[in-house]
């Protein structure tokens, strides 16, 4: 549209004020937000940009793939990735409390870009010039809640906003910083994105990390992995992706309760399903979701996941609640 259209002259022309000729870095996450900023930014600085996919370990089942096919697919861009999961899971070792995940996550991938970034300016295509620029898909939304908005409270910590380290040598390039995410989508379809990123469900930044309630290891990684794959998969194959603003599928690590499967005792622990129908994350009520789904997600989620043994629906609106539990 006319708006979205000057929205993005806009963006494209401060981008180039504020980059130069240098080089620059963007994350990309797999999710709407950092693939609209990198589009963006690719319009306005072309071959200047390296994407960044940190693997942290704490993706969802098929997303590292996702983000490696789809977005290079769909803008061409050059695409570093980073394996780190032994950097965040060492890092995330015998930590519970909810900031102070945020806080190592939001540390350890400005560490992973830093580290990135010295490669990228290694490679030919940089020449050796340092990367002095980081691209983030910061939403209006992510500011406030972290306390960056005029008289706002710190709600929680976003990895990209207050989970910042204090010794940042980026300057960061935020191009999404004043857009909702209804916006955020409009210039993602305009610069020609495909419907299945711009389309796509929010994720956070911090992944898995946030949704295991207690602490976050390989193997509870794995079992939440696995009944968010069955959820997700039950939420599409209902055709009600679009009902949905997002689903997190969250793993109670510390809570355990008796159960009884096949002949047996168990005593497993719970998932908490937390649907929510939502405009921009701000303010959202609690999906409901015919009860038929939600039947067929608890029943293979309890068959399939041996370590869970009790499927729960959180029935909250944001507020009090927030859409994640962490
Ligand atoms: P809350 O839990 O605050 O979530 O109601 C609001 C929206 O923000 C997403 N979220 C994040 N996204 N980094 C992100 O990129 C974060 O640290 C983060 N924390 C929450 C959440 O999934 C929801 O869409």
Do not use: M, Q, V
């Given at each position: 549209s006319w708006s979205t259209g000057n929205i993005i002259e806009e963006h494209v022309q401060r981008i180039r004020e504020q980059v130069g000729s240098a080089s620059v870095i963007c994350g990309l996450s797999g999710g709407v937000d950092s693939a609209v900023a990198a589009a963006l930014v690719q319009r306005a600085v072309g071959d200047q940009l390296t994407c960044v996919f940190v693997d942290?370990?704490?993706?969802?089942?098929g997303e590292a793939e996702q983000v490696e096919t789809d977005f290079v697919a769909a803008t061409g861009v050059r695409l570093h990735v980073a394996e780190e999961k032994e950097r965040f899971l060492g890092a995330l070792a015998g930590v519970t409390d909810p900031e102070q995940k945020r806080k190592i996550i939001g540390r350890e991938f400005i560490r992973s870009f830093e580290a990135a970034a010295e490669e990228v300016a290694r490679s030919a295509a940089q020449e050796g010039e340092p990367v002095r620029f980081l691209v983030q898909g910061t939403l209006y939304p992510d500011v406030v809640e972290s306390g960056?908005?005029?008289?706002?409270?710190?709600?929680?910590?976003h990895h990209n906003v207050g989970g910042?380290?204090?010794?940042?040598q980026f300057e960061l390039v935020e191009?999404?910083?004043?857009?909702f995410k209804d916006e955020v989508r409009a210039v993602g379809r305009e610069l020609g994105l495909p419907e299945e990123i711009v389309g796509r469900q929010p994720f956070p930044g911090p992944g898995l990390g946030i949704r295991i309630i207690g602490e976050v290891t390989e193997d509870r990684l794995a079992v939440l992995r696995r009944a968010d794959a069955i959820a997700r998969e039950e939420l599409t194959r209902a055709g009600l992706d679009e009902d949905v603003w997002q689903m997190p599928v969250v793993l109670l690590a510390d809570v355990r309760s008796v159960g009884v499967q096949g002949d047996g005792r168990t005593y497993g622990h719970p998932i908490v399903l937390r649907p929510v129908s939502s405009e921009d994350a701000m303010t959202a009520d609690w999906s409901r979701l015919p009860y038929d789904l939600l039947a067929r997600i608890s029943n293979r989620i309890t068959n399939e996941v041996e370590e869970v043994n009790r499927v729960v629906l959180d029935v909250t609106s944001k507020p009090p609640g927030t859409i994640e539990w962490e």
């Open positions: 942290h370990g704490l993706l969802r089942e960056g908005g005029e008289g706002a409270a710190n709600i929680k910590s910042l380290p204090e010794d940042l191009p999404l910083r004043t857009l």
